[in-house]
């Protein structure tokens, strides 16, 4: 192998050397030159070693690519296999067939008229302090860029021959490097698509500044056909506003994706619908889903509501409102003793029809917890005087469904969810408390999602929230109660010693024991 490399022919070297006139019509390079062969101190370093040629053979194969370059800010057009000799530095110079790389005086003067020359140095500098050097066809750029079309000119009306630019503050020198080599590519779409959707919407931005029409436009084309995620959408988003003077039919189609009326006329409407279709839906999975759904999107600290206006606290309360009589109905119907329904197939039995409507005017009342506007509900759910007389009459499968809305209730008001006057959380109280000390034995047996220890605690809570003289009725049918039935009954005690203690004990005492 030595030896049939060492005897190689220096016309076969001319041969596998490539023409100087098919060099690439772009290349770059960073600031400071890499080394390579041709370096002269590398060269000296060479000629002054002692190794062998064994030794020097294999120090070159093991040189990257990258180090074999001919002239810094030129990309060498030696294939990864090198045809390598062993003649020494100086024989190789003296050679009269291996005439060195032109110079970059020489590109403005060889092969007029070929785009394949250099003849333009791009100086990229990054606002970060990095830098990039660009040598490109001034006919490409021009024949794409009106900037650098402008700039090439005015700079040629001073210097003739090589032309140098210099763009300061770049923010980002790949993205920009990647947009000058789409001016050399004849199928732009394609290299997008390899590219993706992030460094399209870099190149758009770029593209846009130059006026590089045919970037712009296959970009466009390239993000309006695509999925965005949501980073990539919040991204064009910040764009679009930014981007001028793009006539492009594809452009209004990616700001109808990006941007709608803010009408807060049509959000509030579409949110009514959207809640009156889930209580009418019939599916109970499809419904709780789509309920965790909605749920999501109206909640306060959702993303998608910082910037969206309020609900419409009237489009909540009529529908539950009309949920409310759709159970009051119900209730009717399993009071008279017969399912009217139950051998139709269109509807489901009574009591999951009745089950469905609580499900409902729980998941609104979350919702108007969650928006604070659930005070009136309070009231709406007190005034059900015909709610509370079926109640009376209704087997405990039926009435315990009922007082689940009111058990939602005493949680939220002993977790201070919101805030009503002493009237109002009076009325509550009288008129749902007993109920509630029936139906809790059901409500532990059947408990749904509730959390029976924090509704034992908020109904304890509530009651103190009330005047001590209106405590004491309600304390004692609890007492009489829990006497009776034990664990079929809440157990107050933590708050009704604290009653206790408030009625019949005075001073520091009091406060000392209640802050324990």
């Known amino acids: 192998m030595h030896d049939s490399t060492h005897h190689l022919k220096p016309q076969q070297q001319q041969q596998q050397r490539p023409p100087l006139h098919r060099r690439r019509h772009w290349c770059c390079s960073f600031t400071t030159p890499p080394l390579s062969p041709d370096n002269p101190v590398l060269s000296r370093s060479r000629s002054s070693s002692s190794c062998n040629k064994k030794t020097e053979l294999q120090h070159h194969q093991k040189l990257p690519l990258a180090r074999r370059i001919l002239s810094p800010g030129r990309v060498s057009p030696i294939s990864d296999n090198p045809v390598i000799t062993h003649k020494t530095p100086k024989k190789v110079q003296a050679s009269p067939k291996s005439p060195p790389p032109p110079a970059d005086s020489e590109i403005s003067t060889r092969d007029e008229g070929n785009l394949g020359n250099f003849d333009v140095r791009l100086n990229l500098k990054g606002k970060n302090g990095g830098s990039l050097i ?76 130059i006026k590089f029409s045919r970037g712009v436009s296959s970009c466009i084309k390239y993000l309006e056909a695509v999925p965005w995620t949501e980073e ?19 452009t209004t189609d990616i700001s109808d994706r990006l941007f709608t009326l803010n009408s807060t006329d049509s959000h509030q409407t579409l949110t009514k619908q959207l809640i009156y279709s889930i209580t009418a839906s019939t599916n109970t999975n499809s419904r709780n889903d789509l309920k965790s759904l909605v749920k999501a999107l109206t909640c306060k600290s959702s993303v998608y509501e910082k910037d969206s206006p309020d609900l419409n606290k009237a489009d909540i309360y009529s529908v539950c409102e009309s949920c409310l009589t759709s159970l009051t109905t119900l209730l009717l119907e399993a009071s008279g003793g017969s399912d009217n329904n139950a051998g139709s197939n269109k509807n489901p039995p009574l009591l999951e029809r009745i089950s469905r409507q609580v499900d409902n005017i729980n998941w609104l009342l979350e919702i108007l917890l969650d928006h604070h506007m659930a005070e009136e509900f309070v009231d709406m759910w007190a005034n059900q005087e015909v709610l509370l007389k079926m109640h009376g009459h209704a087997s405990p499968m039926v009435r315990y469904e009922i007082s689940r809305v009111s058990a939602m209730l005493f949680i939220a008001m002993g977790t201070r969810k919101f805030h009503c006057p002493a009237e109002t959380r009076l009325g509550l109280l009288k008129v749902w408390f007993r109920p509630m000390l029936s139906d809790f034995g059901w409500l532990q047996r059947c408990k749904k999602g509730l959390d029976m220890k924090a509704l034992e605690d908020a109904m304890g809570q509530s009651l103190l929230t009330l005047p001590l003289k209106e405590q004491y009725p309600l304390f004692m049918d609890w007492f009489h109660c829990f006497s009776k039935n034990g664990s079929e009954c809440p157990n107050l005690g933590k708050a009704f010693q604290i009653w206790w203690r408030r009625s019949f004990q005075r001073g520091s005492e009091t406060f000392a024991i209640e802050s324990r």
Do not use: H, Q, W
Not at 187 to 205: H, S, Y
């Open 134 to 209: 660009l040598e490109l066809g001034s006919e490409v750029l021009t024949a794409n860029s009106p900037v650098f079309a402008d700039l090439i000119a005015d700079y040629r009306k001073n210097v003739s021959g090589f032309c140098r630019i210099e763009v300061p503050n770049v923010d980002n020198l790949n993205v920009f490097r990647d947009t000058i080599e789409l001016m050399f590519d004849d199928d732009i779409p394609k290299k997008l698509l390899k590219i993706g959707v992030f460094r399209a919407i870099d190149i758009l931005e770029v593209s846009s500044s």
């Open 232 to 250: 990539e959408e919040e991204k064009l988003r910040e764009l679009f506003p930014k981007l001028k003077n793009i006539d492009n039919a594809k």
